[in-house]
């Protein structure tokens, strides 16, 4: 069975970082692309950010681009977010998602609230 | 980034009736080279992730009932529930796979009249 738990949420300063992990279990993480995708309190879907299966390959919205950075570990099964410069607008829970095309499997989130 | 539009943001549909959500892409998603669209439909419940329903436009997931279908090509899709079931209540987005990031539509609620 396909598993996805994030891990690394919590209460940030405005201007602070986190990061989030994301373990993947039950299929050969290193044959996937993966995602972040973000749902702040009340509102829609947003793609963070993506890596291929390599690593080698990042994309990132422009809402996160030079304060975010994805990156993974296969020889962990684990996948990364470093989040910097945190804003208020940043606040919202954050999936990771497996994709090679569409996004077949989701983790239940991570809650990152950003607050003084 | 290719924007995604959805219509209605809200639809209400009594117990058995068809329920229809637009799409429409800022760019096509129709990748030449092997006639697919990179075009996807999730179903969100309160507190649980999205789950997909629909890939390549029109293709459904496994296990997925099929009074759910997907339609349209280029840049104009539409998710259509034949006849609509008390388990449906839920927000349903479409997203694009043609370009990473991917992006989502704003959403759709969907509730029974």
């Known amino acids: 069975e396909v598993q996805l738990v994030e891990s690394g949420g919590g209460l940030v300063q405005p201007g602070g970082s986190l990061r989030l992990s994301c373990a993947a279990s039950?299929?050969?993480?290193?044959?996937?692309?993966m995602h972040w995708v973000r749902q702040a309190p009340g509102k829609g879907l947003e793609g963070v950010s993506a890596?291929?299966?390599?690593?080698?390959?990042?994309a990132y919205a422009k809402s996160v681009q030079g304060r975010f950075t994805i990156s993974r570990d296969n020889s962990k099964n684990t996948l990364y977010l470093q989040m910097g410069s945190l804003r208020v607008e940043d606040m919202a829970v954050y999936y990771c998602?497996?994709?090679?095309?569409?996004?077949?499997?989701w983790g239940q989130g991570t809650l990152v609230t950003v607050s003084s | 980034d290719i924007v995604m539009s959805q219509s209605p943001e809200s639809l209400a549909v009594s117990l058995g009736e068809r329920a229809t959500i637009n799409c429409k892409s800022s760019?096509?998603?129709?990748?030449?080279?092997?006639?697919?669209?990179?075009l996807g439909w999730y179903q969100q419940k309160p507190g649980q992730p999205p789950k997909v329903l629909i890939y390549?436009?029109?293709t459904r997931e496994s296990g997925v009932p099929d009074r759910f279908s997907g339609s349209g090509s280029g840049t104009d899709f539409t998710l259509t529930i034949s006849s609509l079931q008390a388990e449906d209540v839920a927000v349903y987005y479409c997203?694009?796979?043609?370009?990473?990031?991917?992006?989502f539509g704003q959403g759709t609620k969907l509730e029974i009249k």
């Open positions: 997203q694009q796979y043609y370009n990473t990031p991917y992006t």
């Open positions: 760019q096509s998603v129709l990748y030449s080279s092997n006639n697919k669209n990179y």
């Open positions: 890596i291929n299966k390599d690593g080698d390959s990042t």
């Open positions: 390549w436009a029109s």
């Open positions: 998602a497996r994709g090679k095309q569409w996004l077949d499997s």
């Open positions: 039950g299929f050969m993480f290193s044959d996937y692309a």
